[in-house]
């Protein structure tokens, strides 16, 4: 990873706390659970990048760190400037979309596999997406969504994460479809509808 991307990855970090505080004040601990509940689908981060980060936005004058209680336990609230450069963030700064992706570089060396190999593994990412689309689907229903602007933009988040996962696991049930049906480059069917998913998959997300 480059210097460049990781000040990027830094950045973008302390943008997504200001988001997160500008709904309201909390503690470095409250954001971390806030970032594993449902900031982790979208982008991770741990308590050791986050209260660096907590910290050098205090600095910048972007936060406010409160007195400190019990068991050392320190509320964050934005400022004025936090809420000005988040959404300066938000409307000027476009974003990186720069990224890598393992699993998906694999496919383009699937060829060196038995095609019997190459569709199984197919078949595996196909699962994957499954369960994270059930991941998803028990969220969706444990959150006690309320009518603010953030958990309606959380719920549209949500709701992306829920068809990319659908559309990646049909996509990868066709591709293995396509190989198991001895096609080639030239003869690759892209008329052919999506796969959809197993019956006892279905069922387990509805679950």
């Known amino acids: 990873m480059s210097r460049e991307t990781c000040k990027n990855c830094a950045m973008a970090l302390q943008h997504a706390l200001l988001g997160l505080l500008a709904e309201r004040p909390a503690s470095g601990y409250e954001l971390t659970r806030q970032f594993e509940i449902s900031l982790a689908h979208v ?53 990186a979309r720069a990224s890598r992706n393992e699993a998906m570089m694999r496919v383009f060396f699937l060829w060196t596999l038995e095609p019997n190999e190459a569709a199984d593994y197919l078949d595996d990412e196909a699962d994957v997406y499954d369960k994270n689309q059930q991941l998803l689907d028990r969220l969706d229903t444990q959150v006690p969504w309320d009518e603010g602007g953030a958990d309606f933009m959380g719920r549209l988040a949500l709701e992306q994460g829920r068809r990319w996962s659908s559309m990646n696991a049909q996509w990868a049930r066709w591709a293995a479809e396509q190989i198991r049906a001895g096609r080639n480059a030239r003869s690759i069917d892209t008329t052919q509808p999506a796969v959809p998913a197993p019956a006892d998959t279905a069922r387990q997300a509805d679950d």
């Open 43 to 95: 982008w991770s981060a741990s308590h050791s990048q986050i209260y660096p980060a907590l910290q050098k936005m205090a600095d910048a004058g972007w936060i406010e760190a409160g007195a400190e209680g019990s068991r050392g336990r320190k509320e964050y609230s934005i400022t004025d400037s936090g809420r000005a450069e988040l959404r300066r963030w938000l409307t000027e700064v476009p974003p």
